[in-house]
């Protein structure tokens, strides 16, 4: 009993709800790496920022296919899921009407892929900052 | 502009990005994150060739 409480105030002592820890994921999500930079991680930051960035402007480049969210069937559901996590590449490749994806290119499904995955990645880079806003890591 | 990659290569890119961001977020020191990339990495390839080696094995 003593121990539940002792670790629910480490933990709530841990993640204090500051500006930084809505900011950082919010600007981490709409530009990759962005939420490690504004906390000064600024090598982690560029890193994320060109891994995710090429990943899903290599997938544009192998033709692949954006998904909208428009419904649909849940793979289609997913694959925006996974797209919308590139934050400011989603929006700019939506108003651009990239993505349409090319059946005639047996790669374009690698680009789709990479596309999603990309976004998947951020997301990932999100709880990261997040993470490091609220103390929980360095 | 359009790209083509082979399989292998587009294996590659994605474990050699996927590798980058997964040491970043997973680990809190340098070493630690260079050495955790460098061991996603070897685990995504070896990964690519232990499927490509069970699906020969399956379709034989």
């Known amino acids: 009993m003593a121990n539940t409480t002792t670790e629910k105030a480490k933990m709530a002592e841990a993640a204090p709800l500051t500006a930084m820890g809505v900011i950082a994921p919010a600007i981490g999500w709409l530009i990759p790496g962005a939420g490690h930079m504004i906390q000064k991680r600024w090598i982690r930051g560029a890193l994320l920022f060109i891994s995710i960035v090429t990943m899903f402007l290599l997938g544009l480049a192998m033709q692949g296919r954006i998904y909208r969210a428009n419904g649909g069937d849940i793979l289609e559901i997913l694959g925006f899921v996974g797209d919308v996590g590139a934050g400011a590449l989603y929006i700019l490749s939506v108003a651009q009407d990239w993505g349409q994806g090319a059946i005639a290119f047996a790669t374009a499904d690698y680009g789709t892929k990479f596309m999603i995955v990309a976004g998947l990645l951020n997301f990932i880079a999100v709880a990261d900052a997040y993470h490091i806003a609220i103390g929980k890591k360095k | ?60």
């Open chain 2, 1 to 60: 502009m359009t790209i083509t990659l082979n399989h292998f290569s587009a294996a590659l890119v994605f474990a050699f990005f996927a590798s980058i961001v997964f040491g970043i977020t997973h680990r809190d020191n340098t070493r630690e994150m260079v050495r955790y990339g460098l061991y996603c990495f070897a685990m995504f390839l070896g990964g690519v060739f232990v499927a490509g080696w069970a699906m020969w094995v399956l379709r034989r």
